[in-house]
């Protein structure tokens, strides 16, 4: 029988008003969006001046465009060595359009990837992750969390196979009662379109495997501001 396993997760005990009381910091992290917005909208109206002279419907993708001239430019709030715990210059509850603003922030590398995680001190250890609801994550508690791990085929339409304790995965085990992990919140709106919320740091309590589906998922059980989390 395949396996795979999920996690659960809570805010930890931090400081829920801001993670950093430095303007300037504050102030990068905004101008930096700004600035990403902004090549957003030149690159959208110069998509809507093709159209008008009959160019047609284009499938650019004008926000991972603009993420390159950022990185082009070097103009990222955080490129740096990666940090465990609070992110300076961005609070909880802010709120993002799209996945590579994360990136930008430095609050979650990985434009795809649900588990961001290093290496630190020899071991790996998970430093955020995002939710949407893609896998079988339970994100409808607001004080807690169960995150399923990467990996298992989850997402398509092939037979499901036992996800690995390995990356990501195994990041996420290895946190477990040692630190806490940066959490944001995916959605899908009205429109279709999605947002991303930051919902501050989040404890790992537990970790269990379980079957799903005739495979195994890792499990992790969080609590928010610590509170245990019961299954």
Not at 119 to 132: E, M, Q, R
Not at 165 to 193: C, F, T, Y
């Amino acid at each position: 029988m395949p396996y795979g396993w999920v996690s659960s997760f809570g805010p930890s005990s931090s400081n829920s008003k801001s993670h950093d009381n430095d303007t300037s910091v504050r102030n990068k992290v905004k101008e930096t969006l700004l600035l990403f917005r902004d090549e957003c909208g030149k690159l959208l109206l110069e998509e809507e001046r093709k159209r008008s002279k009959g160019g047609g419907i284009s499938h650019r993708r004008v926000h991972l465009e603009a993420f390159k001239i950022l990185k082009d430019k070097k103009v990222f709030v955080k490129s740096g060595k990666q940090i465990i715990g609070a992110v300076p210059g961005v609070d909880i509850g802010d709120k993002f359009q799209y996945r590579v603003e994360l990136n930008i922030v430095g609050l979650h590398r990985p434009i795809q990837g649900g588990i961001d995680y290093g290496n630190f001190g020899g071991k790996l250890l998970a430093t955020s992750i995002v939710a949407s609801g893609g896998y079988a994550d339970d994100v409808r508690n607001k004080n807690s969390l169960i995150y399923t791990g990467q990996g298992g085929n989850v997402m398509n339409t092939k037979d499901p196979e036992d996800q690995k304790l390995e990356r990501g995965n195994l990041a996420l085990k290895n946190s477990v009662q040692k630190n806490p992990v940066r959490v944001i919140r995916g959605s899908e709106l009205m429109d279709g379109s999605r947002t991303y919320v930051y919902d501050g740091l989040y404890l790992k309590l537990t970790c269990k495997v379980k079957a799903a589906n005739s495979s195994i998922r890792y499990m992790i059980g969080l609590g928010y501001r610590g509170r245990l989390v019961s299954w």
